[in-house]
T-cell receptor, first 114, second 112 residues
């Protein structure tokens, strides 16, 4: 059972570079989410999607973009990386949505911007 | 607006003793409340959830939490700690599917 798979697990970027964090789930969940986790702080929602073709901003969307062309995949794009984007990024999915259902998380992608 | 405050950033207990992780919430609506656990270098895993049914909620691995509206609290407890319980625990409040607010986390250390 793969669940939620994120790649890469680790990445170092230079300021101004761009990259895409990949996320795929095999549970046929409609809801998918991207969070970032900073030391000593809880997770903050970047973007979310309620189904293929539908995305919306979360609490901290600036500097990021997403797309949802299929139910399975929800990539997160970082344009013009900045040191403030150094963080651990988690992708999650849910069948019923985060309000009542369980979120299933990937193992995270640790990004450092130098 | 809604938010959660985890009252302890770090809790240390001895194996076999009770665990208490404290969480207070603020919400203008009847919230859904969750506890998630994160083991080192892993994603978060749901421990238990409260969604306006029974106020005492039982979760996995012997954990439970009690929703107290009068105290706006949702503390997590376990009668007897095990070494494998050492992890980071997050209290979460949710009003809808795009408005989950995570607490800052409580790191639980279990001593032999």
């Amino acid at each position: 059972n793969a669940g939620v798979t994120q790649t890469p697990k680790f990445r170092i970027l230079k300021i101004g570079q761009s990259m895409t964090l990949q996320c795929t789930q095999d549970m046929n969940h409609n809801y998918m989410y991207w969070y970032r986790q900073d030391p000593g702080m809880g997770l903050k929602l970047i973007y979310y999607s309620v189904g293929a073709g539908i995305t919306d901003k979360g609490e901290v969307p600036n500097g990021y973009n997403v797309s949802r062309s299929t139910t399975e995949d929800f990539p997160l794009r970082l344009e013009l990386a900045a040191p403030s984007q150094t963080s651990v990024y988690f992708c999650a999915s849910s069948y019923h949505g985060s309000n009542t259902g369980e979120l299933f998380f990937g193992e995270g992608s640790r990004l450092t911007v130098l | 607006a809604q938010s959660v405050t985890q009252l302890d950033s770090h809790v240390s207990v001895s194996e076999g003793t009770p665990v208490l992780l404290r969480c207070n919430y603020s919400s203008s609506y009847s919230p859904s409340l969750f506890w998630y656990v994160q083991h080192p270098n892993k994603g978060l895993q749901l421990l238990l959830k409260y969604t306006s049914a029974a106020t005492l909620v039982k979760g996995i691995n012997g954990f439970e939490a009690e929703f107290k509206k009068s105290e706006t609290s949702f503390h997590l407890t376990k009668p007897s700690a095990h070494m494998s319980d050492a992890a980071e625990y997050f209290c979460v409040v949710s009003r809808n599917n795009n408005d989950m607010r995570f607490g800052a986390g409580t790191r639980l250390t279990v001593k032999p």
